[in-house]
């Protein structure tokens, strides 16, 4: 065989079967990083983008129910009372419509800030509501010496949004 530049073109035995398994090695390495690599940047980008979500729905129910308090801030229209389904505090605008006296519930319940109006005799249930924004938790609470509603709402997994709102009206 000849010499070119004192290297021989000749093959030695097994020689290039080892190169092409150490090559073929080499991809399938390179392919599971690569592999590996995207099922990361995937899962990175449901998790922000949950996280976003659920930020804005935290965002939705806290600028409703912050913008309903501003609304109605007319002396004897808002109350927090237990409402009765669960029990727990809402908040209840009461409004005078066409001569009509209504009062508008928002409360939580399984999972959902719910807005339900009624005639101010009756109370709301869930068939009847209107869903605002999908959050775990849910607080309010009125303290009348100070003229203040602090609402706190939450969703698991991200820092809770919380308000006090001072209430003008007496």
């Keep these: 065989m000849k010499k070119v530049l004192n290297i021989s073109l000749r093959q030695e035995k097994g020689r290039a079967l080892i190169e092409t398994l150490s090559v073929v090695l080499l991809l399938v390495l390179l392919?599971?990083?690569?592999?590996?690599?995207?099922?990361?940047t995937f899962k990175t980008y449901q998790r922000?983008?949950?996280?976003?979500?659920?930020?804005?729905?935290?965002?939705?129910?806290?600028s409703f129910l912050t913008s309903k308090?501003?609304?109605n801030d007319i002396a004897g229209s808002i109350e927090v009372k237990p409402e009765?389904?669960?029990?727990?505090?809402?908040l209840v605008i009461y409004e005078n419509i066409n001569g009509e006296s209504y009062a508008t519930w928002i409360y939580h319940n399984s999972g959902c800030l719910m807005e339900s109006l009624v005639l101010s005799?009756?109370?709301p249930t869930p068939d009847i509501s209107q869903i605002i924004a999908k959050v775990d938790s849910f607080q309010i609470d009125y303290n009348y010496e100070e003229n203040q509603i602090f609402t706190s709402v939450g969703?698991?997994?991200?820092?809770?949004?919380?308000?006090?709102?001072?209430?003008?009206?007496?």
């Design 84 to 90: 009765p389904i669960t029990g727990n505090n809402a």
């Design 31 to 40: 392919g599971a990083c690569c592999l590996s690599l995207s099922l990361s």
């Design 121 to 123: 005799h009756e109370t």
């Design 155 to 170: 969703i698991d997994g991200v820092r809770p949004y919380s308000n006090i709102i001072k209430v003008r009206s007496k």
């Design 48 to 62: 922000l983008n949950d996280s976003r979500d659920k930020t804005s729905e935290l965002r939705i129910a806290s």
């Design 69 to 71: 308090i501003r609304q």
